[in-house]
């Protein structure tokens, strides 16, 4: 059973896909919060939740205090999933976009994100990871924007252009290993 953790909607149980999914684990879930908290990454935040399933992330963010998320969800019936997430918990400032996270990366948008959750299904190769990244750093990211990417321990770790990132740190939680960046691009 998935839930809220903490913050507004402590305690809210959330839908999740019946397959095809791999929910972000309560132990890790916390222990990624407690670090981004930590780091003040969440209050006021603009959050993305990138190949978001149920929400779990984007959703906990706001509970905790951010501002806003933007939910990217290609699977229609788990977006449908996701939006019955965000009304159930009354959290305010949610968008559910149903698309592929290329596609909504590759659309003009002129909104910029402070926290971004990665949650990518472990069958995207390393090689649309590393395009994913570099897509959002064009334009997309407030500076010091935090980038959260989690992937089996099995898969090679995500590449963050070291001119527009900086690698902060990696925690390695059973088969799931959550990597930390900062988008931090050198002056011209």
Known sequence: MTRIIAGNAKGRELKVPPRDTRPTSARVKEAVFSRLESWNAIDEARVLDLYAGSGALGLEALSRGAYS??????????ARMC???ARSTRLANTEVHVCSVSAF???PCRAT????????PYD???GQLDEVIEQLSKGRLGYSATIVVE??????APHFPSQLYTEVSHKTYGDT????????????
């Open 151 to 156: 992937r089996a321990k099995r898969s090679r």
């Open 83 to 85: 939006q019955t997430n």
């Open 124 to 126: 995207v190769d390393d």
């Open 113 to 120: 994100w402070d926290l971004v959750f990665i949650d990518p």
């Open 105 to 107: 990366l590759n659309n």
């Open 69 to 78: 998320c933007d939910f990217v969800e290609h699977h229609p019936p788990t």
């Open 177 to 188: 290993v959550m990597h930390y960046a900062c988008y931090q691009p050198e002056e011209k």
